[in-house]
């Protein structure tokens, strides 16, 4: 694959607040395969993560870190980046991936999004100056756009949120990153979905200082800045490594429409040993 990825024709709809817009925008043409070209930016983080502790000076060393860790969804963030380069508009309405986070960012990192192929698979690296090892990947997935059902397990409560301001188009414009893609096209950056995630682990489920872990991310609509949203979410897993961890599955709602949904994971403690 050689770093590149294919992405096939696809139908889409702009959703808005109330309702889906009356129409439809269609590719009438494959997309030919498209180079992931690498990229770098200093990490920083947005004043609303010192609600966790971790993302702070005081918290990430009463962790036993030098200093704050980078939100793992700015980290994502900035591995968008390069899809959104790559695919435009396409990658908001119809991209897919997992993004992993192996290892900690620390505020004010360089961090360099480098595209390679694993195994077949088209993934991005973010990676540190005197790291052999990326501190996450984020690998690009095939999918038909259908929405997963929850799973079995606890549910949460629903939250609502108004997609503007921290939660519309300039998520990564914020933490630095100059691409005005969402921003020109008046599209949420798909950043805010796993940020959605992290508010229902911070407000239901996390105690004290906590990890982001991993999450699968499916778009399944682009959505105007501007929507309401509501988050369904429920608790499909809870196991000890490194702490308490929970697996929540989620949908994320404009009207009738599940615009992206996720299988999102979060060390909830990190002093819980499981004895």
Known sequence: MNGARKLHRIEFCQVHADSIAGSC???????????LSPWSITATNLPEHARNPIHTDDGGRAAGFPGALVAGVTVYAYLCHVPLVAFGAQWVTSGACEVRFRRP????????CEPATVEGDAMICAMTEGNEQPRATLTLLDFDQQVPDLRNGDDLD?????????????????????????????LVHPAVWPDLGNQVMHTQLARGSW?????????????????????????????????????????????????????????????????
């Open 25 to 35: 925008l269609r590719e009438d043409a494959e997309m030919g395969a498209t180079e």
């Open 105 to 112: 960012v620390f505020d004010n990192d360089l961090v360099c």
């Open 158 to 186: 629903d939250i609502v949120v108004h997609l503007n301001d921290s939660h519309g188009s300039d998520y990564a414009l914020r933490a630095g990153d100059e691409l005005e893609l969402c921003t020109r096209l008046g």
């Open 211 to 275: 990890v982001h872990t991993r999450s699968i991310i499916r778009h399944h609509a682009a959505v105007e800045v501007g929507a309401i949203a509501t988050v369904s979410s429920r608790v499909v897993n809870r196991f000890f490594a490194h702490g308490e961890r929970a697996v929540i599955d989620v949908h994320i709602r404009v009207g009738d429409t599940v615009v992206a949904s996720l299988e999102h994971e979060a060390i909830i403690d990190l002093t819980a040993t499981g004895g």
